[in-house]
């Protein structure tokens, strides 16, 4: 058995505060590090309980167990890799928000959110995003209060291939630890302290669906169909069904609404840098 | 699927949410996952399934408000009726 951190780490997010125990301090330390945008002030809300266990046989095989799951891993970093999972899966599923599946980025006062299924280039083009002057603030869930649909930002850590880690510049932009043969790192701007959007109570301006296309481009859209891809990419919504769909429904009523052709992420976010900001 | 010619369309299932949009309605079951969008002319449709008319008068209705003979739409409006049934949106048709 490693040696563990005698006091749990304290990860808030979403709403959900989460004590992770049994992580080696220098893992410890990545996870607090690539967190801290999400953490809260403490209060006296109980913790959701992750357990971090290395196996004894020498192969180095980490087992990660939470409410939200089990999480395994082998190889360098495997503990924060899990950790990072089971970390991300426990707060989308089991905020009080209302959270669906989406990149979100903001300029300005433009708040961009592009709702989609995971393997459509999210992750990728909103650092892509970022690295050309957009704010962080999810790649991961649009997350909406149940009474006015206002954002709250979810910056979690992004995992990115090293296919995409290139692509996007990530060496010569942010810090990185290379878990599960991924980049996990933050991608906030070189000024931003914080990546939450400017703006107390931000609001989704643009919503676009994206589609994986060879070149970038925009095409037109039914807002209900954005409604319904809204719908489908939701994590929440069935715990307040009609409310949510109702606002869902506002959402898309405010907000521009289209098809994002995503082309090459660099090249897409080039365009959408260019018609948007 | 046949629907009885004098049993009541609808309510809608119990649990299901709608949200219309520019005329367009989506329907939302939190139990089965289910989302389905509707164009215009189905939600004119989906709006008369209320359990108070048959198949027939949702026809006939229809047509008056389009202007156009019950021939010309019944096939289009048996067709959505059936695929709302079939998707458990709408509860199954009862005798009255």
């Known amino acids: ?5 005698h006091v749990p780490l304290h990860v808030d997010a979403l709403d959900l505060r989460f ?17 801290a945008p999400v953490a ?24 990660v167990t939470g409410d939200g799951g089990r999480w395994t891993g082998a190889g360098p970093a495997a503990a924060t890799a899990a950790v990072n999972a089971a970390l ?13 599946h989406a990149g979100v980025v903001s300029s300005g006062s433009v708040l961009l959110a ?3 299924a995971s393997g459509r280039g999210k992750s990728t083009l909103v650092c ?53 043969g991924e980049h996990l790192f933050l991608p906030t701007g070189p000024d931003a302290a914080t990546a939450a959007p400017e703006g107390a109570r931000a609001a989704v301006d643009v919503l676009l669906v994206p589609e994986r296309a060879p070149e970038p481009g925009l095409e037109p859209l039914r807002r209900v169909d954005a409604l319904a891809e809204m719908v489908r990419r939701s994590f929440t919504l069935h715990r307040r069904a009609a409310e949510g769909h109702a606002l869902l429904g506002d959402v898309v009523r405010r907000a521009e609404v289209g ?17 948007f900001r | 699927m046949d629907i009885d010619g004098s049993a009541c369309i609808g309510p809608p299932a119990d649990d ?81």
């Open chain 1, 128 to 180: 892509a995003l970022v690295a050309l002057g957009w704010r962080y603030v999810s790649d991961e869930a649009l997350v909406l209060r149940w009474d006015d649909g206002s954002v709250v930002p979810y910056p979690r850590p992004v995992a990115l291939s090293p296919w995409s880690w290139a692509a996007v510049g990530g060496e010569e932009r942010w810090a990185s630890v290379v878990a599960g």
């Open chain 2, 16 to 96: 299901v949410t709608v949200v219309e949009v520019e005329g367009c309605a989506s329907l939302y079951s939190p139990v089965t996952a289910n989302v389905v969008t509707l164009n215009e002319t189905a939600t004119q449709i989906w709006s008369r399934c209320d359990g108070t008319r048959t198949l027939g008068e949702i026809v006939d209705d229809l047509a008056a408000a389009y202007g156009v003979g019950p021939d010309t739409i019944a096939a289009e409006v048996t067709n959505v009726v059936t695929g709302l049934v079939e998707q458990r949106l709408l509860q199954h048709p009862a005798a009255p």
């Open chain 1, 114 to 116: 592009l709702p989609g």
């Open chain 1, 40 to 63: 809260a002030a403490r209060d006296h809300r109980p913790a959701r309980r992750i357990d971090v266990t290395v196996s004894s046989s020498g192969d180095e095989a980490v087992a």
């Open chain 1, 1 to 5: 058995m490693r040696d563990c951190v």
């Open chain 1, 259 to 275: 098809r994002l052709l995503v082309g090459d992420p660099v090249a897409t976010a080039a365009f959408l840098d260019d018609v």
């Open chain 1, 19 to 35: 004590a992770v125990h049994g992580m080696e301090p220098s893992d410890a330390a990545d996870v607090k590090r690539l967190w």
């Open chain 1, 88 to 100: 991300n899966v426990t707060a989308v599923t089991g905020t009080g928000h209302l959270a669906l």
